[in-house]
């Protein structure tokens, strides 16, 4: 059975929302574990200013009723933001369901809080019956303390139930993702070996692991490259002709969109079909040296073909248009450097004449080859072996 490379990346995609889900499970974990900690901080906090209440003295009775006044109200801001707190407790509220009773605890450690500053108030501002009024208060001072101690245990339950929740939670997240990694990571490296196998022309007895490599390998099969169609090829030079320049292009023009592209035309100078200096076999020896040195220069998103008796069209991508005109001209300067001879007529000098253009993307192909000839004319006019471009056109026409 052959597996879709489409439903792989489908399933992949989906395994890493499961991922992304699991990681946002975990920071609302970590988020309640700090709530925990301040909860409890909290507890703690109020235990120790009730503990520095009862021990006020009223030796120094101002100074007394000022500490009272400060600590009774942060007592009364440390209960009221327990509830805040459980606001942020996720978990507890949701999964552990204990909304009902840790809010009943806090009605109730309100009301202590409550009776609690009120003994101490009524306490240290009275002068009368204070052993009555001080036993009263450390009544209430332990009713308040023990309540919070209850809360506090309470709170180590709920943290023990959500550790084993979260611990049976990444367990079973930790298998799943093993499992999706091993399983994700073999099925990437078959893709892979298909790939890899599809640029090797020696895939015929390879099984394929994925549909659309199958199907690419079958295309392959049945379509000669263009390389070795002997309709796409020169007879002479072996490069393309026209019909396979046509066809490479197509094939390659989306491998680098960022990059321009510019048609050149050369046309071998003093050397035409009404015009033949050199025997048949000397003339196709030249055309294949031409070719030959033209083809050093190209690169892989490159196009360079035989259109013509004594013209080369070469189409080339490059990240600039200055790069693009400097290799055409060397690409033409590298003829020149060509030693041909022959008995007859001795050393032989070559030159190319060209034009030049920079093609838009929404100008055809074959356009752009008409404007490249009607500049390689005025080229070979104003003394060959060079190229022109359009503004070059323009100078030579004024």
Do not use: C
Request: charged fraction near 25%; hydrophobic fraction near 40%; proline fraction near 2%.
């Amino acid at each position: 059975m052959k597996h879709s490379i489409k439903s792989i990346f489908k399933n992949l995609s989906l395994f890493f929302i499961f991922a992304a889900v699991f990681a946002a499970l975990g920071v609302i974990v970590a988020l309640d574990h700090t709530t925990s900690y301040k909860k409890v901080d909290n507890l703690a906090n109020q235990k120790s200013m009730a503990t520095d209440i009862l021990n006020l003295s009223k030796e120094n009775l101002e100074l007394s009723l000022i500490q009272l006044q400060g600590k009774t109200t942060q007592l009364r801001y440390d209960t009221q933001k327990l509830h805040t707190l459980y606001e942020y407790s996720f978990i507890e509220r949701v999964l552990l369901s204990t909304s009902q009773e840790y809010l009943a605890d806090l009605e109730t450690l309100e009301a202590h809080r409550a009776d609690f500053t009120k003994k101490a108030d009524a306490y240290f501002n009275s002068t009368t019956d204070e052993e009555t009024k001080a036993a009263e208060l450390a009544v209430s001072f332990d009713t308040f303390k023990s309540h919070i101690n209850a809360i506090m245990i309470k709170s180590i339950s709920y943290d023990q139930a959500k550790f084993n929740l979260h611990k049976q939670v990444t367990f079973i997240a930790f298998i799943i993702v093993l499992f999706a990694a091993l399983w994700f990571r073999k099925q990437l490296a078959l893709i892979y070996k298909d790939l890899e196998l599809l640029s090797n022309p020696n895939f015929a007895n390879y099984t394929f692991f994925s549909q659309e490599a199958e199907a690419i390998s079958l295309k392959i099969k049945r379509k000669p490259p263009a390389t070795e169609n002997p309709a796409m090829l020169d007879a002479v030079t072996g490069i393309n002709n026209l019909k396979g320049m046509m066809n490479s292009y197509s094939e390659k023009k989306g491998m680098k969109e960022s990059n321009y592209t510019s048609v050149t035309v050369f046309e071998v100078d003093n050397f035409s079909k009404t015009n033949k200096p050199y025997s048949q076999e000397l003339t196709q020896s030249i055309l294949k040296k031409i070719a030959f040195s033209l083809s050093l220069h190209q690169q892989a998103t490159d196009v360079i073909a035989r259109t013509e008796y004594n013209q080369f069209t070469l189409i080339l991508s490059r990240p600039s248009k200055e790069q693009l005109f400097k290799d055409a001209d060397s690409m033409r300067q590298g003829i020149t450097e060509l030693q041909v001879s022959s008995p007859e007529l001795g050393e032989i000098e070559l030159t190319l004449s060209g034009g030049h253009v920079i093609k838009p993307k929404n100008l055809s192909l074959e356009e752009a080859i008409r404007q490249a000839k009607k500049i390689l004319l005025h080229a070979q006019k104003d003394g060959k072996n060079r190229i022109f471009q359009v503004k070059d056109v323009a100078k030579s026409e004024l």
